[in-house]
């Protein structure tokens, strides 16, 4: 049975889109195939922070302090300086002080403007004008795949990063750049991994992977939240995530799963039936601002680089440490 043949305004639609399509792609991959560059990012941040109760009650987990800068910007800053232009960020209710700390401030502007102190002004002047940010609401926790499926329509078909806005990460190279250096050149899905310590395996999607080099690992399978009896190895995703647009359709695929919550998970267990996944080791270090042992130890090690605080907290520290006891001491 022969189909109709299109009309012309079809066939005009077709060649404007694929144009637009082809105008974002930069380069060829190790496999030579075409790739799209990696502009767009999604911050899921609607989480509830119920590890931070009753501070996190009226107060954004992301937007809590590492000194005087919220989480959440250190988060965005990385996607800038990994090239992202566009940053959709993942909210819930009660989440508006994350938007109104990316906007501008007129009031607090005139008033910093008055006193002369122009070195604050320029500050929280630099904080609303950092990249353009766009928000979607998360209308109830239903899982971290839910989350990134909020932001399908923006993202269109388009790769884009994922970065967990409560992980800090700190190196020269941006986690998230290495991972998009990894995507341009294969042109597949990259997952950050680190090694997981045994009794944390739990809190993880956990890897199996064929090693490439020291660093980088096909993906053979993921396990949601394993026990450390049936985890694949030590190797867990962290936040951070460089997908192709399939990705959507995978999710909505995969379903409920852990915690009959959507997880992306089980989202990229089904993309790694259709297309080859890499897992890499970033080079940085690592803190989950979401766990309140990681919390204190980030608020330390960025006193101890801060040249106007490090003299103070390390002899602060060295008093403690003079003064605390073992128990056995007790």
């Known amino acids: 049975m022969s189909r109709e043949p299109e009309n012309i305004k079809d066939i005009l639609v077709k060649e404007y889109y694929l144009l637009n399509y082809m105008n974002n792609f930069s380069q060829k991959s190790f496999t030579g195939e075409f790739i799209l560059t990696v502009k767009k ?9 119920t590890r931070f109760l009753p501070a996190t009650k009226s107060m954004p987990k992301e937007m809590l302090p590492i000194i005087d800068t919220p989480v959440i910007q250190y988060v965005v800053e990385e996607a800038i300086a990994s090239g992202i232009e566009d940053i959709i960020i993942i909210t819930g209710r009660g989440k508006r002080a994350i938007e109104d700390y990316f906007d501008d401030s007129p009031e607090l502007e005139m008033h910093l403007a008055k006193k002369h102190n122009t070195e604050l002004l320029k500050l929280v002047r630099d904080v609303s004008s950092l990249v353009d940010i766009h928000y979607i609401r998360q209308k109830e926790p239903n899982g971290l795949g839910d989350a990134v499926l909020r932001a399908e329509n923006h993202i269109g078909d388009e790769p884009f990063a994922v970065l967990l806005g409560d992980d800090i990460i700190v190196n020269d190279k941006p986690c998230t750049a290495q991972l998009i250096e990894n995507f341009e050149k294969y042109g597949r899905s990259t997952l950050a991994v680190e090694e997981v310590p045994r009794e944390k395996l739990s809190s993880y999607g956990i890897i199996k992977g064929k090693p490439l080099s020291n660093s980088l690992y096909v993906l053979e399978d993921i396990v949601e939240k394993p026990s450390p009896e049936n985890a694949p190895s030590n190797l867990g995703a962290i936040g951070r995530y460089v997908f192709t647009p399939e990705i959507f359709d995978c999710i909505k695929e995969a379903g409920t799963g852990v915690g009959n919550e959507i997880q992306l998970t089980d989202g990229i267990r089904v993309l790694n039936r259709s297309q080859m996944i890499y897992a890499c080791r970033f080079k940085g270090k690592r ?6 042992l990681g919390y204190v130890k980030s608020i330390v090690d960025f006193a101890l680089e801060n040249e106007n605080l490090r003299k103070d907290v390390l002899e602060y520290l060295r008093e403690i440490l003079a003064s605390v006891k073992e128990p056995s001491d007790k």
Do not use: S, V
């Not at 990012?41 to 922070?49: E, F, M, R, S, T």
């Open 287 to 292: 803190f989950d601002t979401g766990d309140r």
């Open 41 to 49: 990012a999604l911050i899921p941040a609607a989480g509830l922070g």
